[in-house]
């Protein structure tokens, strides 16, 4: 058995004599504890050098990572290539490698493990020709090299350089805009009329920094600070300038503001090119999909390119809008369809009301993109750019759907009238009149009974006895006609007699079922219903009674004024102005045999007092009282019938009991609701 062994140096590759000893493996660390105990277990065959520290490391670091390197695949073919032997391996997965590729069987379990740390322990006297100050430092030198190289491709690491690159730039931004602003408005004082004309902020303090006051407009030249065209309008702004006066001492701190603003602009262009190299190297294909600044957004929001790896589509889509989330979620409002992807340029190039799609869209394929960013080792957009061109298709049929339509919707359909006489083909030239077919005639024929039978074929005569002769003077419906016809036109004429004499006599019974009702509804103040067709010639007569009748009652004692509006209903009289009495209103509500019904009631009954109340301003009502009426019922249903507020009940209650002193029953509120 051979035992592959990695050192600094290199590659060696050492005997095993006696391969029994590995089945002690308890025992196995007392052979090697001696040189010469250890050269009769194991012996050097064959060693291969790192001919540089380059080499050593992309050996080293294939090994980390359990990869076969090319400096390992051409020596393990040049030793193993006349010998069938079994290779002892440290790590099961190079094992696995090498026996795919190279066809070598190797062997990894715990007893190679307790032979390699014995053969460690003796490296040194082992490998002939090397000194131990050599290989502590080939030893020392592989480590560094080791350490540096996994610090700079670690994603953490850069992650936190990312995540801090794209805070200090965003807050550059604010501090730009604010030194900006402050001396747009400190020079303005000076010179008002310059920030119309120069809008950009740099620009624009670069402008005032060369300019100074604005008097030496003429004597400045300015064509290096602002383009040519902008130089005459600034020359005759100043001259015809609004601003106050300043001294040097205040344009000097102007001037020193202008350059803190100068400056911190270079530093945020030389900020973002090193933002973007970052993420050119770290996540390619996040930054061909969204950009750098919005890729380094979404890290930053995350926390790290892993972290943003193990996020679903759905949260990549709104990451950056959780205050709105949560909003929405506990106001059970629609929830946000974007957040920091709506900052991309593919989601800002599409309309309005397609931006939801194509942020979800491409939260999708940044998903994929942010994983192979993270777990992948290609360093090359590849992915990338095929989802971006996936997404750009898709906005294109976004953009192009609007004007299509499916179904019967397209933009090229009409629909047209079907019309028999005209060929499809030709729809000005008529179709060809047809043959006239006997057998698919149909005639109908009346039996003795008066019925009507159908008859298909063609058009057979009838018996002399049934076919009545022809008389050209009388009319052709009787020349045809027989008993049973008549009988048969007489059948619907009775039906339709029936029909209405059941319609007549449920309108009878309707009549008089809202008779009784109001019968017993209009002592308590209910609305009584108009009255029927037959009724109203009635009406005349029945008015006339009633306005004499009011006309007798008119004479009360008490008068009192209620707020309140007139509804006319069939209790009370209503007055006018000068006291005579005009109820047509409440006469024309009710009908007449209802009204002489009452009037015999109200005869019969013994009237103790009439009170004469103000419900408007000239307009006054009589109130009957009778023995037995309760004060509160009595006066619930006055309110209720004039529409009058509920507070003007108990003032007339209050009166009522006054002039009868007679008590108030509580309970009959209640049922006066109830009406």
């Known amino acids: ?73 051409k020596f393990l073919k040049k030793a193993m290539a006349d010998s069938n ?25 715990t007893a190679v493990f307790e032979l390699m740390r014995g053969i460690r322990s003796q490296i040194n006297n082992l490998i002939t ?44 931004d604010k501090e730009l805009n604010i030194y900006a602003m402050r001396v747009r408005e400190w020079y303005g004082w000076h010179f008002p009329e310059l920030g119309k ?35 005459d309008e600034v020359k005759e702004a100043a001259q015809m300038s609004m601003g106050t006066e300043i001294s040097a001492e205040d344009i000097e701190n102007v001037e020193e503001l202008c350059e803190q603003v100068i400056s911190i602009t270079e530093y945020r262009e030389q900020l973002y090119d090193y933002l973007k ?71 800002g190039q599409t309309n309005s009301a397609d931006k939801g799609k194509m942020s979800r869209l491409l939260a999708a394929k940044c998903a994929l993109s942010v994983r192979v960013d993270a777990l992948g080792d290609a360093t090359t957009a590849t992915i990338g750019i095929q989802n971006r061109l996936k997404v750009e298709q898709r906005a294109r049929q976004l953009e192009t759907s609007k004007n299509r339509i499916s179904g019967l919707g397209k933009k090229g359909f009409s629909s047209q009238k079907y019309d028999s006489s005209k060929s499809a083909s030709n729809p000005t030239q008529l179709r060809a009149p047809g043959f006239y077919a006997e057998g698919d005639d149909v005639t109908l024929r009346s039996n003795q009974n008066g019925s009507a039978k159908k008859q298909n074929g063609s058009v057979k005569p009838q018996d002399d006895e049934t076919m009545p002769e022809f008389d050209p003077n009388v009319p052709e419906e009787t020349n045809w006609g027989d008993q049973d016809g008549e009988q048969a036109e007489e059948t619907p004429k009775k039906e339709k007699k029936d029909k209405k004499e059941k319609k007549e006599k449920k309108e009878k019974k309707k009549d008089k079922k809202k008779r009784e009702r109001q019968e017993e509804e209009g002592q308590e103040g209910g609305e009584v219903e108009t009255p029927s067709k037959e009724e109203k010639k009635k009406k005349k007569k029945a008015n006339s009674e009633q306005n004499g009748e009011v006309n007798t009652t008119a004479n009360g004692s008490d008068t009192q004024r209620v707020n309140g509006g007139p509804v006319p209903l069939e209790n009370d009289s209503k007055n006018s102005n000068n006291g005579n009495g005009d109820s047509n209103g409440s006469s024309n509500a009710s009908s007449s045999q209802n009204k002489d019904k009452e009037a015999k009631k109200e005869k019969e009954r013994v009237e103790v007092i009439e009170m004469s109340i103000e419900i408007h301003e000239g307009e006054v009502v009589t109130l009957r009282i009778y023995e037995g009426d309760i004060p509160r019922k009595r006066a619930f249903n006055f309110c209720y019938k004039y529409g009058l507020d509920r507070s003007c009940v108990d003032i007339i209650a209050k009166s009522i009991v006054e002039t009868l002193n007679a008590p108030i029953d509580v309970h009959t509120e209640q049922e006066g609701q109830q009406q």
């Open 277 to 347: 190299n970052r993420m050119q190297a770290i996540a390619p294909n996040l930054t061909v999909l969204v950009g750098e600044l919005v890729g380094a957004r979404l890290i930053a929001q995350s926390g790290s390119l892993l972290t943003l790896a193990k996020f679903p589509a759905s949260t990549i889509q709104i990451l950056g809008a959780e205050k709105a989330l949560f909003r929405a979620l506990k106001s059970k409002h629609n929830t946000p369809k974007y957040g920091l992807i709506f900052h991309a340029s593919l989601v």
């Open 129 to 172: 020709g090397l000194a131990d100050e050599d290989m502590n430092q080939m030893a020392l030198g592989l480590s560094h090299s080791l350490s540096r190289y996994k610090l700079k491709f670690s994603p953490d690491k850069v992650d936190t350089m990312i995540i801090q690159a794209i805070s200090l730039l965003d807050d550059l």
């Open 197 to 231: 004309i120069v809008t950009d902020n740099l620009m624009y303090a670069r402008t005032v920094k060369t300019l100074g006051i604005r008097t030496n407009v003429m004597d400045v030249d300015l064509s290096q600070v602002i383009p040519n065209e902008l130089i």
């Open 85 to 109: 032997e079994a290779l002892a391996v440290a790590d099961s997965k190079l094992g696995n490698i090498i026996k795919e590729k190279l066809d070598i069987k190797c062997v990894s379990d």
């Open 1 to 73: 058995m051979l035992v592959l062994f990695e050192t600094p140096a290199g590659f060696a590759l050492f005997k095993l004599h006696d391969e029994g000893k590995l089945q002690d493996v308890n025992n196995l660390y007392k052979d090697f504890e001696t040189f010469e105990k250890a050269s009769k277990v194991v012996s050097l065959q064959k060693f291969h050098k790192f001919e540089s520290t380059a080499d050593a490391l992309v050996s080293t670091t294939a090994l980390v990572e359990s990869k076969l390197s090319k400096d390992l695949r």
